[in-house]
């Protein structure tokens, strides 16, 4: 049973109580969180996520992944000792990674905010 009391200033106070068991169609769902079966992404579920151009070196799995797009589908020049990653109008260099050749290994460094 639950009880409810209503109380207005005016009219002074009222109580009404509720009893669940008198609705027998009332049910109540439960979802155990750790179980993931039966859930799925749907088709246009990744549009939501920001394309957003990163500030810099990538902090989360969203700004690795448009990372890895814009390394190879965005404008990338390459020096004899760098490689240039480009904002989306092509302007300013975002990222730098230092290149070397040694005895035909060539190394690349890892990726950095421009210096």
Known sequence: MVDVT???GAHGGASASLTLSDYSDFQAASVTVSDKTGFKLASDGLDSISTTEPDGLPDNFR???LWL???LFKKTVR???KINHYD???TSILLEQDISDSAGTETMGEAEEPT
Do not use: P
Request: glycine letters at 6%.
């Open 88 to 90: 989306d109008a092509g």
């Open 69 to 71: 797009y814009r390394r």
């Open 63 to 65: 700004e690795r992944l």
């Open 79 to 81: 020096t004899a000792t």
């Open 6 to 8: 209503l109380a207005d």
